[in-house]
């Protein structure tokens, strides 16, 4: 034990155990994802792959997550982006990704392909008060462990929307909407992207993913998919 963790012991983020930010018992109520869903209709669907019947030129074409978001997996998630000094988190967090995502079949298909990761960004103004975007994180620390792919932060969220938990399925979708852009050294070379995955932390409606898929199928990415650690209401 490091004279650091002497000082500032370690607490399980569910039950405030000392000794790890997650003891056996919580990680024991942890639900890895098994099933998929549309995030355009929000019904079943096979892989998590978007329906055919729901499909545009422009619609994502599929999300994959790794736990459900409920329990303590909110607590760890919450304060990954909002305690302060709790970055560390981030190898446990990463760890359950990564445990969750390569069950996925339909993803690792996908990954065969010649892909890279795109973190959704956070607004200027947020970047600064937390001082670091969670979805960066995790899609660097991914990258790492799956060692085939690279992050390229290409996107910028030009809207500072809200939360998306609190709001309504339609609230959603209009607090997103022509939210994201692409950041303009990345105007000409974006089109060469033939695989791309979204990476951010929780999965709600679907509506953030969707918006920042837009922007890159209509700047020529073929294949759009998003990657959650956590999917929930």
Not at 97 to 104: A, D, H, L, N
Not at 136 to 141: C, E, N, T, V, Y
Not at 177 to 182: E, G, I, N, P, W
Request: proline letters at 2%.
């Amino acid at each position: 034990m490091s004279l650091l963790d002497l000082l500032f012991p370690k607490h399980c983020v569910g039950c405030r155990k000392i000794g790890g930010y997650l003891c056996d018992t919580c990680f024991s109520y942890i639900s890895f994802i098994e099933t998929g869903v549309c995030v355009v209709c929000q019904r079943a669907a096979i892989g998590g792959l978007t329906h055919p019947a729901c499909k545009t030129k422009y619609t994502i074409d599929g999300v994959f997550s790794s736990v459900i978001y409920k329990g303590v997996v909110k607590k760890l998630i919450y304060n990954f982006k909002y305690a302060p000094f709790l970055t560390d988190l981030r190898s446990l967090l990463v760890e359950l990704f990564y445990e969750g995502i390569i069950q996925k079949e339909e993803f690792l298909k996908n990954l065969e392909n010649e892909s890279i990761f795109i973190p959704v960004p956070l607004h200027a103004s947020k970047l600064r008060k937390r001082g670091y975007n969670q979805a960066s994180l995790l899609a660097l620390g991914l990258c790492e462990k799956l060692q085939e792919t690279q992050v390229i932060d290409c996107l910028m969220r030009s809207k500072n929307t809200q939360t998306q938990i609190s709001l309504t399925q339609a609230k959603r979708l209009d607090n997103v909407k022509d939210a994201f852009s692409l950041k303009k050294e990345h105007f000409l070379t974006t089109r060469n992207y033939n695989h791309v995955f979204l990476v951010d932390d929780v999965l709600t409606s679907g509506a953030t993913l969707r918006e920042a898929a837009k922007v890159l199928k209509r700047a020529g990415v073929k294949k759009v998919w998003g990657i959650t650690l956590a999917h929930g209401q």
